[in-house]
């Protein structure tokens, strides 16, 4: 029974298991970068297959046929790939890019020059045939053109393999293991194509980088098929974390240690009257112009935009990694101009209610008085001091309200724990006052009262808490009451 000569068998092997995983992967084609794998698959199968073949072809014409066809599916592969990891990781902008066009015009012209090579040799030269192993193998030299066409191809498939490692760094498990598959899977047939274009080892016109493609399909099934790549694309992942910046109306800046700008969003460029790229990798103190504490949590900048200055609040993060380090920082801009501008009006209109409202009232409140006093008839002197009472009522009503207001502006401020003797002293005061009865209030002096939040009270040192619906006597540090 006649068994090919092994790189041939595993050659074609390769490429059945490239057309399989073609197959496969057809339903997916709609997808992110789909399209960019297949032509990847394509090539490669078609580069098998046809290396495969050519080792057991004896005739020149068709052997030096096929060689040139394996050239040509060579030369694709690396910029298909390079296509699939951009479109993959979220960068498909880039694909449209004029930088890509040219380097979609590497394989085109090779594809060009290599049918036409006998005529310009620009490719290779020195084309003979070079058997070993028992399989048809060739040698010949290869020329400038060979070897920039082989170095695009290998810097495409090498920056993809980096855009997938990326994916493993910063998207976490969604994607790690089909990723990781992906880019190590690159590795055998790029250094094997490596090897061969620097003519290493004892046997330089042997090409096992069809034979190593193995390695590669068995890995790529792994992350396409069981790992289901393509039913979870981190486009999305990264199109979000994006757009989450970039859609804030408020300008955001993001910072690197050393506090220089890495990114920022499009409100960031229009506060700060600048094109997109300007200020990127400048020093952050030199793009604010104003002091800014990067470790303080609250402070408020006067910043010039839309031909004015206005105010702005900053709210600053740290940005760790996955051993939260700190890496940076993004700061935050909300403007504050028009609370602030309300905030003062509200001030003026309350010291004018509070201080001259209130006099005018009392001086009213006065004058009613001495009228009432000089009446003589009772009708009108009883509705004066119903006017007076009213008058009195307003004022009281003003002094709540500024009470309120004093209470509410110190909310925010750190509770001041209180003696618990103090306060009930004074409550006992009050409710003998109202009740003409004797109140005793015993509490240890070092019973302190602090709230916590704005919800709840606690009591420090030894204060204990008793349900309010089973009151208890007799306790010598309990408050006890007696009534007369």
């Known amino acids: 029974m006649f068994l090919p000569p092994w790189p041939a068998t595993f050659s074609v092997l390769a490429g059945l298991g490239t057309v399989g995983l073609i197959a496969h992967l057809w339903k997916h084609r709609h997808e992110p970068g789909a399209i960019w794998f297949l032509a990847t698959l394509v090539s490669q199968a078609v ?3 046809s290396y495969g073949a050519a080792l057991l072809v004896t005739g020149p014409t068709v052997r030096l046929a096929l060689e040139i066809v394996s050239l040509v599916a060579m030369s694709w592969i690396g910029v298909a ?22 380097l979609l015009a590497v394989p085109a012209l090779t594809t060009i020059l290599l049918p036409t090579n006998s005529v310009h040799e620009l490719v290779f030269s020195d084309y003979t045939v070079d058997p070993v192993f028992g399989v048809q193998t060739v040698s010949y030299t290869l020329e400038g053109w060979a070897y920039f066409a082989i170095g695009v191809a290998t810097l495409a498939v090498a920056a993809g393999t980096l855009l997938l490692f990326d994916t493993v760094v910063s998207y976490g498990p969604l994607y790690r293991a089909e990723a990781l598959a992906v880019a190590v899977s690159a590795v055998p047939p790029g250094i094997a194509l490596l090897v061969w274009a620097l003519e290493l080892g004892p ?3 042997l090409n096992l980088t069809t034979v190593l493609f193995l390695p590669h399909v068995a890995l790529d099934a792994y992350a396409f098929g069981r790992g289901k790549m393509f039913e979870y694309s981190p486009v999305a992942h990264r ?4 757009n989450a910046i970039e859609e804030l109306d408020n300008p955001v800046l993001a910072l690197d240690t050393d506090g220089r700008v890495i990114t920022h969003n499009t409100s960031a460029s ?3 009257d600048v094109e997109p790229t300007q200020i990127l990798g400048e020093p952050f103190d030199s793009v604010v112009d104003t002091p800014v504490d990067l470790e303080a949590d609250q402070q408020t900048v006067s910043l010039h935009a839309a031909g004015e200055r206005r105010e702005f609040a900053i709210s600053i993060s740290t940005l760790t990694d996955y051993d939260d380090d700190p890496v940076g920082h993004t700061v935050v801009f909300q403007d504050v101009t028009t609370q602030r501008r309300r905030k003062q009006r509200l001030e003026i209109l309350n010291r004018i209610l509070r201080h001259n409202l209130r006099n ?3 001086v009213a409140h006065g004058y ?9 008839d009772e009708a009108l002197r009883t509705q004066l001091e119903g006017a007076q009472g009213d008058i009195a009522g307003v004022i009281r009503m003003g002094e709540k309200a500024w009470a309120f207001e004093r209470a509410i502006d110190s909310m925010d401020d750190e509770p001041t724990p209180i003696a618990l003797s103090d306060t009930l002293e004074g409550v006992a005061t009050d409710v003998e006052a109202m009740f003409d009865g004797e109140i005793d209030v015993s509490v240890p002096a070092d019973v302190r009262l602090s709230a916590q939040g704005r919800s709840s009270n606690s009591c420090s040192s ?10 208890k006597t007799g306790h010598p540090e309990q408050r006890s009451h007696s009534r007369r």
């Open 462 to 471: 030894s204060c204990s808490k008793t349900p309010s619906s089973t009151p």
């Open 368 to 376: 009613v008085g001495i009228v009432a006093d000089q009446l003589e």
């Open 360 to 362: 005018e009232l009392n």
């Open 239 to 242: 199109t979000a974390e994006r």
């Open 47 to 49: 580069w098998c297959f």
């Open 203 to 205: 046997y330089p016109q």
């Open 270 to 272: 229009r506060l700060f």
């Open 81 to 102: 790939f390079l296509g699939f990891a951009l479109l993959y990781t979220g960068r498909g902008k880039l694909v449209r890019s004029r930088g890509f066009t040219l």
